[in-house]
């Protein structure tokens, strides 16, 4: 009897989630959405950028978004070739390097796109207050969270799908990055159309269409955060070795 009554509680389990997934708009929009988003990373796997990122805007309309960290504008540009206009979502930290809102003025002054700046809740001067001078030394992951991922959160809740300039090259940890994925943690499409692509892949398309860098690209940096967290790279390291040097920390939580 107690065997039977556990299928039967199981089952009973299994219709309790299907009825409030029927009844759940938000559960049948995620459902939905996550099923779109699987089927699309195995047909798109050897599209174009472009095609891409055409696929993303004919599929979401207004509820589609770049991100940009303004390291450069290589997805902004592609995206505003697919949809002039384009929402492109910059993270204004509080800490970036003069170049990095430099390079966002200037995007958003020469390229057809419409730049939306978010910010965190708090300054840095109240969050020093709060939590106390330099938390980028003392708990790295706890200022990522509080002036990127939280923000970006709250920022992308009116969008659908979102773009990113991810690449596989980059690191270990985005060797498998799908072309298009779910992501689980916000409940949206994520778009990476550039994902195949190598560093000479972006070189070239920055030559060819005269995409706007950030200018710290030619002194030294290989990629650009956070100023009190990004340093030069040496010749040999990984491109990536400039972030949080010195630190187990790979990644601010944004791609996790």
Known sequence: MTAVKADSDTSASQADAADQETTDPDAAKRAELKGL?????????DASALEILQWAVDTF?????????????VVAHL?????????????????????????????????DVNVIT???????????????PELHDRDPD????????????????????????LRRDESASRADTPVVGWDEKRG????SPIARWTQDDVDAYVAEHGVLTNPLLMDG????????????V????????GRWAGNAKTECGLHL
């Not at 949809?83 to 200037?106: C, K, N």
């Not at 969270?145 to 992308?156: M, N, T, Y």
């Open 37 to 45: 988003a699987e089927q699309a990373g195995r047909d798109l796997e």
């Open 61 to 73: 309309g207004n509820r589609f978004c770049v991100t940009s960290s303004m390291e450069d504008a």
């Open 79 to 111: 995206a505003s070739r697919a949809r002039p206009g384009v929402d492109v979502v910059f993270l204004d930290t509080g800490y970036h390097f003069p170049e990095t809102i430099g390079t966002r003025d200037a995007v958003e002054a020469v390229m």
């Open 118 to 132: 978010i910010t965190p809740r708090q300054t840095v001067a109240e969050q020093d207050a709060e939590y106390g």
């Open 142 to 165: 706890l200022c990522c969270f509080l002036r990127k991922v939280k923000p970006l959160e709250e920022g992308l809740t009116r969008f659908d799908a979102w773009a990113t300039g």
């Open 188 to 191: 949206k499409v994520k778009v």
């Open 221 to 232: 940096y290989t990629s650009v955060g956070c100023a009190p967290c990004t340093r030069r």
């Open 234 to 241: 040496a010749p040999g390291e990984d491109a990536r070795a």
